[in-house]
């Protein structure tokens, strides 16, 4: 499977202070196997902070940009334990390779134990924790929300997964669920959780049918199953379009999930208006330059004294000084983006940290696009 390159994609941030915990411990399994596990703490931890697992794929590609832009726009501890193949081996399957392996042996209690001590080391109010995994990441999160009994696990996002069985009680496992029907009351029970498939339009890799057709079959066959049982049915499919087999288009929606601004998910964005903003109102919130629908170039959010802005690989942080009303006159893009405002500050984190920073953002007269300068030639919309 291909290396997971994650862009940032970020929501609006309240925060007025801008420092982040991060670390790294050895955690041992009940069976006395050990693993490392990183986390990120968001910068102002409260009794609102929720947790969240971010699960790799197959490659244990490095998963920091995500952890970062979760935990900072969505005020999420997010911890990002490492499956090795060695002591792991069914890693996507959480180790539900046959019929007769025992729940005990599964991989999903190892989450339940590093969440309850993670939340007792960070003295953490969450009770619950959200999972979130592409690629193999997403089949161990498929397969906790389908067969596990986690306590503490609110919802589930399963992103790019495959391949999926289907609920047909006449076909084995993987394909079916005929084996494994001593679980029947358990997965009943978990179609009325709540459960996210993401999945792009265009992630073509087959099993033997590609990944979009077997995660519609997957859900078919669910709701299906639902309604023949009589029970409710919570999952949700949502199909990223023009997405491939690739975790970047799917962090807008994860994001919207987390946060509930729906701006992408269940959302019609040419909907939301923000001519009511005034002032030096117009230019809070976050900003992203993109190429398409998907893919973001540069976000940019602007958050009481501080801007953050991102590339995907480099991330500067400055502290505003003063903002300066102004008005674009004799451009090109005057007549889009009449006025603005010059901020001034230095930068307090990047690799330009120390620089002092003085220049023009003009805004359209929507207040939904933004450019730095008069030229126009990087346009950030509002998201």
């Known amino acids: 499977m291909r290396k997971i390159i994650f862009t940032f994609i970020a929501l609006l941030?309240?925060?007025?202070?801008?420092?982040?915990?991060?670390?790294?411990?050895?955690?041992?399994?009940?069976?006395?196997k050990t693993m490392p596990v990183h986390y990120f703490l968001p910068p102002n931890m409260n009794n609102e902070t929720r947790v969240m697992f971010v699960l790799h794929g197959i490659n244990r590609g490095d998963y920091t940009h995500t952890a970062y832009v979760l935990s900072v726009a969505a005020n999420a501890a997010v911890i990002l334990p490492v499956f090795s193949a060695e002591d792991f081996p069914g890693y996507n399957r959480i180790n539900f390779t046959t019929a007769t392996r025992p729940p005990s042996e599964w991989y999903i209690h190892h989450l339940d134990d590093i969440f309850e001590q993670f939340i007792a080391q960070h003295r953490l109010s969450a009770r619950t924790y959200i999972l979130y995994g592409h690629s193999a990441g997403g089949g161990f999160t498929?397969?906790?929300?389908?067969?596990?009994?986690?306590?503490?696990?609110?919802?589930?996002?399963?992103?790019?997964?495959?391949?999926?069985?289907?609920?047909?009680?006449?076909?084995?496992?993987?394909n079916g669920i005929r084996n494994v029907l001593q679980y029947k009351d358990i997965m009943l029970r978990n179609l009325s959780k709540k459960l996210y498939l993401l999945i792009g339009s265009e992630d073509d890799e087959r099993f033997p049918e590609n990944r979009l057709a077997r995660n519609r079959s997957f859900y078919e066959s669910a709701r299906n199953y639902a309604r023949q049982n009589n029970v409710n049915f919570n999952w949700e499919l949502i199909e990223i379009p023009g997405g491939g087999h690739s975790a970047n288009p799917t962090i807008r929606y994860v994001l919207d999930i987390l946060t509930g601004n729906?701006?992408?998910?269940?959302?019609?964005?040419?909907?939301?208006?923000?001519?009511?903003?005034?002032?030096?109102?117009?230019?809070?919130?976050?900003?992203?330059?993109?190429?398409?629908?998907?893919?973001?170039?540069?976000?940019?959010?602007?958050?009481?004294?501080?801007?953050?802005?991102?590339?995907?690989?480099?991330?500067?942080?400055?502290?505003?000084?003063?903002?300066?009303?102004?008005?674009?006159?004799?451009?090109?893009?005057?007549?889009?983006?009449?006025?603005?405002?010059r901020i001034r500050g230095v930068y307090t984190e990047g690799d330009r940290r120390g620089e002092a920073y003085n220049l023009p953002w003009y805004i359209s007269t929507d207040n939904r696009s933004l450019i730095q300068g008069s030229a126009g030639s990087v346009v950030y919309n509002r998201y």
Do not use: K
């Not at 941030?13 to 006395?32: I, P, W």
């Not at 495959?162 to 006449?170: A, L, R, V």
């Open 13 to 32: 941030l309240t925060v007025n202070a801008f420092a982040q915990t991060t670390g790294t411990f050895q955690f041992r399994t009940r069976d006395n």
């Open 142 to 174: 498929f397969m906790s929300a389908m067969f596990g009994s986690s306590p503490y696990m609110e919802y589930a996002m399963a992103s790019g997964a495959g391949p999926y069985p289907i609920f047909d009680e006449s076909v084995n496992f993987i």
């Open 262 to 341: 729906n701006y992408f998910y269940r959302s019609n964005t040419s909907s939301r208006t923000f001519n009511h903003l005034s002032g030096q109102q117009r230019i809070y919130g976050t900003w992203a330059s993109v190429n398409n629908a998907l893919n973001v170039n540069n976000a940019v959010v602007f958050s009481g004294d501080r801007m953050i802005w991102y590339n995907g690989s480099n991330l500067r942080v400055l502290r505003i000084d003063s903002f300066t009303a102004i008005d674009n006159t004799g451009t090109d893009t005057s007549g889009r983006f009449p006025n603005g405002y």
